[in-house]
């Protein structure tokens, strides 16, 4: 009896805090995040079960989007092997790029490119793509490997080899105060990824590192990315360079209105022309009929909503911008970035 009221009570922790498996990868495809600021560090050291993240203060400086392309010829010829390019655009239309394969549900990064305070950041995995794993991942799944390939930063350009560690190494409850469209409190399960690199420039090897520290919380009721960070250290004595570059991204409420999951294929919807400037042309590949058009600002504001089987419509008394188009179809739906002139 003792035996079997010890097993009872034993079960317990693992009922409260249930993990879900993190099931995909990518955020949702139209998310808008908030990038954000703290008035304190905030501390992801701990890893295991039943963990609380209270992250209470953090204030909004801009607003980030996420939008899903297949890769294009020239990128393809720069980072072979991509299926999926990730563009992360602010508002100022700057545009950040993650390059991935995903073969069979295991998912690899071919390249990075990235903008900060107008500075090009580029890692190219041409030579070793840098494997995340494969999906679904459950708590205390590990991955790790090697990776190589050419990196430019500002005016330095070189290789790099290195290694790449991933594990889904902690759930619990993540807070977030709120930042203008409510506070989230949820269970989450976190994906953290650390890559060691070595720099090698001007034919010096060993010339560097760099060192990224990336997690990522997914919501265990809905799989959603709800907050991501990113941590960047480059780090060249020899130039005297020793910068850290952070971003922290929260998700905002609003922003997976009307935006299916898992939906990268926008090579089956285009629209022009783009940039547009009074009317907006919507083609579709397959024989299917609009059922709604949706626009979301960068804000996360819905400007334009028609529920009609429309294939152009006006969107002169727009303001200039980018906006997101969701599209919705007797077939499925779609995600469609529109830069408005």
Known sequence: ??????????????????QAPIANYYSVPGSHFALVTSSSPID??????????????????????????????????????????LIVTNTALEENKIYTADVAEQVSITGISRIVDGDNIMFNYSTTNASIGIFPMSYGTTNSGTVAG????????????????????????????????GAYSGTVTRLKT????????????????ATQTTYMYYDNSDG???????????????????????IMESLLPLSTLNIPENNFETDKLS???????DVLNIHLSQNETISSIVLIDLSGRQVLSINDHLTSISVSNL???????NIATDKGAYSKKILKK
Do not use: H
Not at 154 to 162: I, K, L
Not at 229 to 234: Q, S
Not at 271 to 277: A, E, I, L, R, S
């Open 1 to 18: 009896m003792k035996t079997k009221l010890l097993y009872f009570f034993l079960l317990i922790p693992a009922i409260i805090f249930s």
């Open 44 to 85: 992801q050291s701990a890893t295991g079960v039943g963990l609380t993240w209270n992250f209470n203060t953090f204030s909004q400086v801009d607003t980030d989007i996420d939008t899903y392309a297949t890769p294009e010829v020239a990128e393809l010829s720069t980072y072979p092997g991509t299926t999926t390019v």
């Open 150 to 181: 050419t990196f430019t930063y500002v005016a330095t350009s070189g290789t790099f080899t290195g290694t790449i560690n991933t594990a889904v190494d902690a759930y619990g409850t993540l807070n977030i105060n709120d930042l203008g469209e």
């Open 194 to 209: 650390v890559q060691n690199l070595s720099l090698t420039a001007f034919s010096i090897p060993n010339v560097g590192t």
């Open 224 to 246: 959603k990315l709800v907050f991501r960070t990113t941590d960047l250290n480059i780090s060249v004595p020899l130039f005297g360079l020793n910068e850290t570059i952070s």
């Open 271 to 277: 629209t022009t022309p783009n940039p547009v400037k």
């Open 319 to 325: 303001k200039a911008g980018m906006y997101i188009a």
